[in-house]
């Protein structure tokens, strides 16, 4: 038994005649007749009567019609639920974000997307740290992030959008703040502030000064940009970092770090098991296009120019 037969069973209730209802249905009267007494036999009674040209429903029939016309509008109901659901769903693209740029250049793009699209689409927001973001992903609370890299998050493609130095960041008077570049080694003698080792950036941090100079001492880590500077600047202390927007409000000097891995990058982050609408597509299309792929070169424009 399927929904077909449930809704041709309402419809030749509701007109008592198998011409008109086959007429109403669009399909023959004996595929209609046939129908019924498939149904009939599935259940094992009668359902209808015939009286001349009209049908008249037996006692099972009454009893089963209640429950057609109950699972119809369960599944109608449901259906409708759905299609409001995926318009819905369409109309909005929900996307979870890094704070060095939720804050920065993304503001800008949305106006600037919208723009181009008639205000369409909206944007539901959420700034977080990168592993929150991957696992929302997975979850299915977020649609799309821009975050962090971790191969531990194999089922998510990872698109490369932008990237960002290391850095040595150090208040001005620090020893280092004379130096135009340094190397992993020159940090042997200070303990170093930089990332927790549970994030992607922290880890990959401390893999590439690893592959360079092991006996580094990571003295305290924090959660991000801005703290790390505080304490830096707190402490006249030595801070591994990216080198964001969000260090531009600490007096620190910022001095590249030689190392073969010397730029965090940062991907547009999607499962792709989940269906998304086309604004997904095409924002993150936007994204790439207007950073030019050009990573830190056209960053660095947008924090000037700030």
Not at 76 to 100: E, R, W
Not at 119 to 125: A, C
Not at 198 to 204: A, F, S
């Amino acid at each position: 038994m399927n929904l077909h037969q449930l809704s041709y069973f309402r419809t030749l209730v509701e007109y008592r005649q198998f011409t008109i209802a086959a007429e109403e249905l669009h399909i023959s009267q004996p595929t209609l007749s046939n129908s019924i007494k498939s149904m009939e036999k599935e259940l094992g009674c009668l359902l209808v009567k015939r009286s001349g040209h009209q049908i008249e429903l037996t006692e099972y029939g009454k009893m089963f019609y209640n429950t057609a016309c109950s699972t119809l509008t369960v599944f109608d109901q449901g259906v409708k639920a759905l299609h409001d659901k995926v318009q819905s769903d369409a109309d909005y693209v929900n996307l979870a974000c890094i704070p060095t740029f939720i804050g920065t250049y993304l503001p800008r793009a949305i106006k600037a997307f919208q723009e181009m699209n008639g205000g369409m689409p909206k944007f539901i927001l959420a700034n977080q740290i990168s592993l929150p973001i991957l696992e929302g992903l997975v979850s299915d609370k977020y649609k799309m992030g821009i975050c962090s890299y971790d191969p531990r998050f194999e089922e998510l493609n990872f698109i490369p959008l932008y990237g960002e130095r290391f850095v040595v960041a150090v208040p001005p008077g620090h020893p280092l703040a004379a130096f135009e570049t340094i190397n992993p080694y020159m940090l042997t003698s200070y303990n170093l502030i930089t990332y927790g080792d549970d994030t992607p950036i922290g880890r990959e941090i401390r893999e590439s000064l690893a592959d360079i100079w092991a006996d580094l001492h990571i003295a305290d880590t924090l959660d991000g940009e801005i703290t790390i500077a505080g304490e830096a600047l707190a402490n006249d202390a030595v801070a591994v970092v990216a080198d964001t927007i969000l260090l531009d409000s600490f007096e620190l000097r910022r001095i590249p770090l030689n190392i073969s891995k010397d730029t965090h990058k940062v991907y547009i982050v999607y499962d792709p098991r989940r269906q998304l609408s086309h604004w997904y597509k095409e924002f993150g299309l936007f994204l790439q296009k207007d950073l030019g792929k050009g990573l830190n070169p056209r960053l660095k424009m947008l924090r000037s120019s700030s």
